[in-house]
Every structure is written in structure tokens, then in C-alpha cells.
């Protein structure tokens, strides 16, 4: 049982580039999330999903989109990268009961240069 | 008002010391409580969710006091594997959830 992968763990963008980050789970949870983590700061959520189809925005998702065709997948998509999009990018997922708690992938480090 | 607050430390203590970390929250309709644990940037980590009656994982105890919305972590006989960021994370109605800025502990010889 993988839980949620991410890929890539690293990488490197010039401005305005674009990129895909990868998030899947194999849990069958019906929500999942990307957040960003800047130094010294805690999560911030970017967009969210409640299940295949259903996406909204979470408090920072200028320079974000994503896409839930799936249960299993939740892409983030970079469209113009920018210095101020270098972070941590961490994608989660959870069932939709309450008292749940979220099951973290390892994260994307990404630096925009 | 952010949703979570919590003291970003940083916390210094020696082995074997009790240190205790809280957390408010300014939703007082919030449901659910966790404790996360983070290493060096790594994905955060449950360490404990937090339940009304109050609940204990071997050295740790967490508190929840619904009352003055604040919720608490205890470590007694802190190890030096213990040193790392503390995640306090609040869930409100849709499966929102809601981070602290994370309390940074670290655990001296």
C-alpha cells in the first residue's frame, strides 16, 4: 500500500516554465489537497478537491490549477513559474469522515530561477 | 485572526525534561484536533489526534479544552529523537483543515 505518492521530489524551473506536479493515492479517498510550505512557515492550503470532478480554491491559488479525473489523481499545474512559487509541495488525502486525520505524500521541492 | 496559532518556540530543553505545547483555535464549531509531527521540512507526520475526554500515546498527552479553544501537547522524558516541528492542525466542517506555523523543539544532551 503506497499511500500518496508524489512525484517529482525535486526540481528545478526557469521562469515562465511550466510543470506538473503529481499526486496519487491509493486509498480511495474521495479528498485530497495540495499545499505549499515556505521557510520558517507553516501549510498553506492552494486548491482541494472533494472528489473526482469537484475542485475549488484553497487561500493561495494564484499561479495554481488542478485537475481531478480521477479519485486516484490530483495533478498541480504551474502554468508561469515564478521566483515567489519556490517551495514545498506537499499533497494530502483523506476520507471523508470526520476524525480523520490526512495521509501527507513526500513533498516536491521546487526552486523557480 | 488566523485559525491556529501556536508559539513557534523555539523550545530548547534538556533530555529527560516535560515540555508542554498549546495551540488555540478561533473556530469554536471546529471538530477535530491532531497533532502533527515534522522533520527537517519532510512531510508532516500524525503523531496523535486529539479527543474531547483527552488521550495519552506512551510519553505523550494531548488535551483539548473546547471551552477557551485551545488544545495542548504534553512530552514527558523528551529524547533527543524527539526534536523536531509540532503541527497543531484544527478541522472544521467540509474536511478543512487548518495548520499551525508548527512548534519547533529541540532536545539537548
Known amino acids: 500500500n503506497a499511500g500518496v505518492t508524489q512525484t517529482p521530489k525535486f526540481r528545478i524551473l526557469k521562469i515562465g516554465q511550466s510543470m506538473t506536479l503529481q499526486c496519487a493515492q491509493d486509498?480511495?479517498?474521495?479528498?485530497m489537497y495540495w499545499y505549499r510550505q515556505d521557510p520558517g512557515m507553516g501549510l498553506k492550503l492552494i486548491y482541494y478537491?472533494?472528489?473526482?470532478?469537484?475542485?475549488d480554491k484553497g487561500e493561495v491559488p494564484n499561479g495554481y490549477n488542478v485537475s481531478r479525473s480521477t479519485t486516484e489523481d490530483f495533478p498541480l499545474r504551474l502554468e508561469l513559474a515564478a521566483p515567489s512559487q519556490t517551495s514545498v509541495y506537499f499533497c494530502?488525502?483523506?476520507?471523508?469522515?470526520?476524525?480523520?486525520?490526512?495521509?501527507f505524500g513526500d513533498g516536491t521541492r521546487l526552486s523557480i530561477l | 485572526r488566523k485559525e491556529v496559532e501556536q508559539d513557534p518556540g523555539p523550545f530548547n530543553v534538556p533530555e529527560g525534561a516535560t515540555v508542554a505545547f498549546n495551540c488555540t483555535y478561533s473556530?469554536?464549531?471546529?471538530?477535530?484536533f491532531f497533532w502533527y509531527r515534522q522533520d527537517c521540512r519532510k512531510e508532516p507526520k500524525l503523531l496523535m489526534s486529539?479527543?474531547?475526554s483527552g488521550n495519552e500515546d506512551g510519553r505523550f498527552t494531548a488535551q483539548l479544552n473546547r471551552a477557551s479553544q485551545y488544545i495542548s501537547l504534553l512530552i514527558r522524558d523528551s529524547k533527543l529523537s524527539d526534536s523536531a516541528t509540532y503541527l497543531c492542525?484544527?478541522?472544521?466542517?467540509?474536511?478543512?483543515?487548518?495548520f499551525g506555523t508548527g512548534t519547533s523543539l529541540t532536545v539537548i544532551p
Open positions: 494530502a488525502s483523506v476520507e471523508h469522515y470526520s476524525n480523520q486525520p490526512q495521509h
Open positions: 486509498m480511495n479517498h474521495n479528498y
Open positions: 478537491s472533494v472528489g473526482a470532478g469537484i475542485t
Open positions: 473556530n469554536s464549531a471546529s471538530q477535530s
Open positions: 486529539v479527543y474531547s
Open positions: 492542525v484544527v478541522e472544521n466542517t467540509g474536511n478543512q483543515f487548518y
